[in-house]
Each structure stands twice: as C-alpha cells, then as structure tokens.
C-alpha cells in the first residue's frame, strides 16, 4: 500500500505562498500517479491537480498559473507550490495515489492522509 503524509499547511495573507508536501513511500516504484485534493469547509472535495508516472501534469482551472505540482522520486515526495493566494484557496489540502494507466493496486489501496490545513486572509 502507498499510503500518504501531508504537511506545509498554515495561515498566509492573500498573495502569499505556501509549499505543501505529500511523502507517500512506494510511489515511484509502484508508477503511481499523484494528486492534490482540497475540501473547504461545507463543500465537497474537489481535485487540484495531478503529476502523472510520465511526469505528465494537470491543473483545475482556478489554479492555473498560480499552483504548480512536483515530484522528487528520490525522496517519494510530492509537492505543490502554491503562489498568489486567494482567500478561496482555503481548504484542507489531501493527496492520493492513485494507480493511473501504468502503476500498481498499492497506489489505490493506501488510501487517504490526514491532510494540511491552508487558511488564507484577505
């Protein structure tokens, strides 16, 4: 199972930046894809964006240009760099391995973290 660890959450003014980091051990030798998740409060979770076994990544629109997702296979850690903050990027932030077209069951078996909070102010 490739099971995840989220941290680098906190409190930041709008405009600020914050780096969150996912260790998820086995990632890379199971070709998992890796993906950010964030759950404001009263709303459902929505995906953020995906790094792919083929380093391949992808955005949801409202964080384009301002996110940008990294992997060092080294460390089996996942990153997500989050630059000009808004107030509606607070969430608590989750990743998650997910299997893709190429990695292993143990990518989706390890389920979810605990994830990192983000609180952002205007």
């Known amino acids: 199972q490739v099971q995840v660890m989220e941290s680098g959450g906190g409190s930041v003014q709008a405009g600020g930046s914050l780096r969150l980091s996912c260790t998820a051990p086995g990632f890379t030798s199971n070709r998992c894809d890796m993906a950010w998740y964030r759950q404001a409060a009263g709303k459902q979770r929505e995906w953020v964006s995906t790094?792919?076994?083929?380093?391949?990544?992808r955005y949801t629109d409202s964080v384009k240009g301002r996110f940008t997702i990294s992997k060092d296979e080294a460390k089996d850690t996942v990153y997500l760099q989050m630059n000009s903050l808004k107030p509606e990027d607070t969430a608590m932030y989750s990743c998650k391995a997910w299997s893709g077209t190429i990695g292993s069951m143990a990518c989706v078996t390890g389920g979810w973290g605990q994830g990192t909070q983000v609180t952002v102010s205007s």
């Open positions: 790094v792919s076994s083929d380093d391949s990544t």
